[in-house]
């Protein structure tokens, strides 16, 4: 097996986001000086430039709803690829935009419509397809950190210092509140709804059951854990924390008591992603070097390329048939598996 590049393009600054389009046809990179360009997926052909968010633009997400941004100005816009303009934009108050996320498109139905969960310092809202306002939650007791919707698009997971509140999002009540005595950097759902993971500052990762509450704690990594993510069946967990990848198996009773299977790097670990509906794990370190592994095998490593420089951000397009490699040169690599 082997990284091929496909394609490459240069931004004028650190690659802070990447983001596929449902179909893999399109793919976004926002920089972290503002511009966000759309690239043809296959081809690298630019498809759409947007001068991005005043002071830096924070993060993309996309979903069949539409690709939107969100940035240290407070804004969240809406994006229109096919006419390269903007559609409408949504503001908050002197807040940064940090976390946007859209309720998982297989969730979606006449009962539970398209939303897109936007978080910006210690303010929550729930936003329509149209950038109008769905919900808006009481303030959260610290800056929200992290958000995670479930599998089934009915709870979201919101993460600030001191714990975590698993919002109902169709009945806009608190579900449960979890108390986690430190700040958490990341969270993410088994594909089964059954785990919720969150990285953590301390440094450490901590799984819920949210059903019955049931929790775990595995530390002693090297240092903060910054990347946590599930396969698509739900055993494997991947996470960063150090010079090593670490996955978990999440089977049966969960993770307590087992070894988890050790990817080493040569530098420190700062991008994971497991394909979406296969086995594969992209992993990127800080000295640039790209990873394929098949953590369920005796011998997982399956693929290597060296980048010039820091990896940033990692994305696979949505059939799993492209890699996307985000550098802090604020160079985009766009990698097929062969």
């Not at 530098?267 to 979406?276: E, G, M, S, T, W």
């Not at 509906?277 to 390329?305: K, N």
Request: net charge negative; hydrophobic share 40%; charged share 20%.
């Amino acid at each position: 097996m082997e990284l091929v590049k496909q394609w490459a393009a240069s931004l004028d600054d650190y690659v802070i986001d990447l983001a596929w389009s449902p179909a893999g046809d399109y793919l976004a990179v926002a920089s972290a000086a503002g511009p966000i360009v759309v690239f043809g997926g296959r081809d690298g052909s630019n498809r759409a430039s947007f001068e991005g968010h005043e002071d830096g633009t924070n993060v993309l997400a996309w979903s069949a709803s539409g690709l939107v941004s969100g940035g240290q100005d407070g804004r969240i816009v809406w994006r229109d690829v096919v006419a390269n303009q903007d559609s409408h934009t949504f503001a908050f108050e002197r807040a940064w935009v940090e976390h946007l996320a859209w309720r998982p498109q297989k969730s979606v139905s006449a009962e539970r419509p398209a939303l897109l969960a936007a978080a910006a310092g210690r303010n929550l809202r729930l936003l329509r397809p149209d950038g109008s306002v769905h919900h808006t939650f009481p303030i959260a007791p610290k800056s929200i950190s992290a958000l995670a919707w479930s599998p089934s698009g009915r709870l979201l997971a919101v993460a600030y210092f001191g714990g975590v509140c698993l919002w109902d999002a169709d009945s806009l009540t608190a579900f449960k509140e979890f108390a986690y005595s430190n700040s958490i950097h990341k969270l993410a759902w088994s594909c089964d709804g059954k785990w919720l993971v969150s990285g953590n500052h301390d440094p450490s990762v901590h799984l819920w059951i949210p059903e019955s509450g049931f929790e775990f704690h595995m530390s002693g990594y090297e240092g903060k854990v910054q990347e946590v993510c599930f396969d698509h069946t739900g055993r494997w967990l991947a996470t960063s924390g150090g010079s090593e990848g670490c996955v978990w198996d999440c089977q049966g009773n969960g993770p307590e008591g087992r070894e988890p299977a050790m990817l080493p790097h040569e530098a420190r670990l700062c991008a994971v992603a497991f394909q979406n509906g296969h086995g594969l794990l992209a992993t990127g370190s800080e000295d640039g070097m790209v990873r394929l592994w098949s953590p369920e095998r005796s011998s997982p490593l399956r693929a290597t390329i060296k980048l010039p420089s820091k990896v940033s951000r990692i994305a696979w397009s949505g059939d799993d048939t492209l890699l996307a490699v985000g550098a802090a040169s604020g160079v985009t690599y766009v990698f097929g598996v062969k």
